[in-house]
C-alpha cells in the first residue's frame, strides 16, 4: 500500500504550483448521483473513473494476486489509500444559492475495477438539507493545485434516480474557476 498512498501526497509536494498548473497528471472522470425521493437532499454520491495509466500504477499497487480486480484486503487497502485525499475534500465543490457550503462527512464507500480503469465510489453527507424546491444545489469538482483532472464524462455531470428525478432539472453552468471544467446546477419544481 505505500508506494501509492504517498503518490498523492509527494506529487502535489515535488511538482510545486506553477509545475502543476501546466498540466495534470492525473484524470478522473467524475460525476454526482442525487437520489430524489424527496425533494429535500443531505445525501449524495461522486463517482470516479481513473485514467488508464495511473489505474495501471495503481493495480499494480493494490491487485496483489493480479486477478484484475480488487478484492478483500486488496480493496480494503485500496480505499485507505483514497482517504489521503480527504485534506482536499475529495476535489468537491459545493454551493446553495451560490454560498459555499462543506459536507459534514466523505467517505470512501466503494472502489473497485471497471474495464481496467480504478473507481472510486464516495458517500457525501451535507451539513444542512437542501431544499431543492426552495435552493439551488450547485456541484462541481475541482483540484486548485491542477494536479488532478477532474473531467465530466460524456453522459454529463450528474445522475439522478428516485420518484422525483423527473420534477428536477439539473443545468449545467459554465466554471469561471480556472481548475474546474464546469458546474451543474440542481433544482426542483415539486
Not at 442525487?34 to 495503481?58: C, G, R, T
Not at 453527507?125 to 431543492?132: M, Y
Not at 435552493?135 to 445522475?159: C, Q, S
Request: glycine share 8%; charged share 20%; with cysteine.
Amino acid at each position: 500500500m505505500g508506494r501509492w498512498s504517498h503518490l498523492v501526497g509527494a506529487g502535489l509536494a515535488l511538482f510545486g504550483a506553477s509545475q502543476a498548473l501546466a498540466h495534470p497528471h492525473i484524470w478522473i472522470d467524475s460525476y454526482y448521483q442525487v437520489n430524489l425521493s424527496s425533494p429535500k437532499v443531505q445525501i449524495l454520491e461522486a463517482y470516479w473513473q481513473f485514467d488508464v495509466f495511473s489505474s495501471v500504477d495503481m493495480l499494480m499497487e493494490f491487485d496483489k494476486n493480479a486477478d484484475g480486480q480488487l478484492t478483500g484486503a486488496e480493496k480494503a487497502d485500496a480505499a485507505t489509500a483514497m482517504t489521503n485525499l480527504a485534506q482536499y475534500q475529495y476535489f468537491i465543490r459545493l454551493q446553495v444559492d451560490g454560498r459555499e457550503i462543506t459536507p459534514a462527512q466523505i467517505d470512501v464507500v466503494d472502489v473497485g475495477v471497471v474495464d481496467q480503469a480504478m473507481t472510486v465510489r464516495l458517500g457525501i453527507t451535507l451539513s444542512e438539507d437542501v431544499d431543492l424546491r426552495r435552493d439551488t444545489l450547485r456541484l462541481g469538482f475541482g483540484d486548485p493545485e491542477n494536479y488532478f483532472a477532474m473531467v465530466v464524462p460524456e453522459a454529463g455531470p450528474i445522475k439522478l434516480n428516485g420518484m422525483l428525478a423527473e420534477t428536477c432539472t439539473p443545468v449545467e453552468a459554465k466554471a469561471e474557476e480556472f481548475y474546474m471544467e464546469g458546474w451543474v446546477d440542481l433544482q426542483c419544481d415539486a
